[in-house]
């Protein structure tokens, strides 16, 4: 089984500054990891995934994640926040094996500060 | 363009009435989901289909009915047995029914009970 943990679900920053959030998954099975952002009133969209390659993956908009087996994690990393950046992202996991299901978390939402 | 069509965005539902969520694509996918997003909740699958004429229940199926009988079409019906209906609905699609595939969603659709 899997599941994923994001933790904060709100996190402010100024503009310029470091994001970071915070992804923990579970998984019987070596898993695939998704960061999906929603922007408001809209659907998800991908940023980026993890599927056993390389363990630092770089996605759209200048964001990246580290996949860290040995501490179970996936952050969410942007070196420099933009207003834009504004919105909820969740944190996803899906097994490589026997099965198919995407499991979400509950999201963080960024707020980014002028 | 390709993508995940849903209407309509807005609906209100009266109590004790069934209403139906249109979702379409045109992206050639197998795989199309139904999730139910609720403030800090994040996503919860309510039903997905990974072939024509087939479909499973998610976590929270109780209450809501699909039909699978072209490819391109997913409808999801909120009947009156859903005690608490009011939310944002997802509508999303994946190339294969094998894990690591990126999930794409629809804009949602509001529901609200009045």
């Known amino acids: 089984a899997q599941s994923v943990t994001q933790l904060g679900s709100h996190v402010s920053v100024s503009e310029g500054a470091l994001v970071l959030l915070r992804c923990n998954y579970s998984?019987?099975?070596?898993?695939?990891l998704f960061w999906y952002v929603q922007y408001p009133n809209q659907g998800l969209q991908l940023l980026l995934k993890?599927?056993?390659?390389?363990?630092l993956v770089k996605g759209i908009n200048g964001f990246e994640a580290e996949f860290k087996k040995s501490e179970t994690s996936f952050h969410l990393t942007k070196p420099s926040a933009h207003m834009s950046d504004a919105a909820e992202y969740f944190c996803a996991v899906s097994a490589s094996t026997g099965g198919f299901k995407t499991i979400f978390g509950a999201g963080t939402r960024l707020f980014v500060k002028a | 363009d390709g993508g995940i069509t849903q209407s309509p965005k807005y609906l209100f539902r009266k109590e004790g009435q069934n209403v139906t969520l249109s979702c379409e694509q045109n992206?050639?996918?197998?795989?199309m989901y139904w999730y139910r997003q609720d403030p800090g909740q994040g996503l919860r699958l309510i039903y997905y289909?990974?072939?024509?004429?087939?479909?499973q229940k998610g976590d929270i199926a109780e209450g809501y009915s699909v039909s699978r009988e072209k490819k391109e079409s997913f409808p999801l019906t909120v009947t009156s047995a859903q005690k608490n209906p009011t939310a944002f609905y997802l509508c999303?699609?994946?190339?294969?029914?094998?894990?690591?595939?990126?999930?794409?969603f629809g804009e949602g659709s509001w529901l609200t009970v009045v």
């Open positions: 993890y599927t056993s390659a390389a363990t």
């Open positions: 289909s990974q072939i024509v004429n087939d479909f």
């Open positions: 999303a699609s994946s190339p294969e029914k094998s894990s690591g595939n990126t999930i794409y």
């Open positions: 992206l050639n996918h197998d795989a």
């Open positions: 998984s019987s099975v070596p898993p695939y």
